[in-house]
Nanobody, 126 residues
Framework: QVQLVESGGGLVQAGGSLRLSCAAS????????MGWFRQVPGKEREFVAA????????VYADSVKGRFTISRDNAKNTVYLQMNSLKPEDTAVYYC???????????????????WGQGTQVTVSS
């Protein structure tokens, strides 16, 4: 089992920045692919970004490319999502996810992740 706890969400004005953190515990964190997803009420969960266990490969949704950066610190069992130039349409609950068996073509598929955090709310005001 892997336990994931997100933090860092909040209210920010458009154009501002936030950094989300996801602390993992329970298994060897460095073996896991880590992903960030987001969801608004009435819509499906949407892929945001993912990072390979080594940190050597990252992938982003087109909607956040150039504005968001995913990173990880395996020594701290933590993955981060730095969000810059935030827009009102970035408003959502952001979820951290983990899995040890996904290959890169499937990083954006929420179905493939076995472990999920409880989510943290990000609200961007216009």
């Amino acid at each position: 089992q892997v336990q994931l706890v997100e933090s860092g969400g909040g209210l920010v004005q458009a154009g501002g920045s936030l950094r989300l953190s996801c602390a993992a515990s329970g298994r060897t964190f460095s073996n896991y692919v880590m992903g960030w997803f987001r969801q608004v009420p009435g819509k499906e969960r949407e892929f945001v970004a993912a990072i390979k266990w080594s940190g050597s490969y990252t992938v982003y949704a087109d909607s956040v490319k150039g504005r968001f950066t995913i990173s990880r610190d395996n020594a701290k069992n933590t993955v981060y999502l730095q969000m810059n130039s935030l827009k009102p349409e970035d408003t959502a609950v952001y979820y951290c996810a983990a899995d040890s068996h996904i290959s890169p073509p499937y990083y954006s598929g929420s179905y493939y992740y076995d472990y999920w955090g409880q989510g943290t709310q990000v609200t961007v005001s216009s």
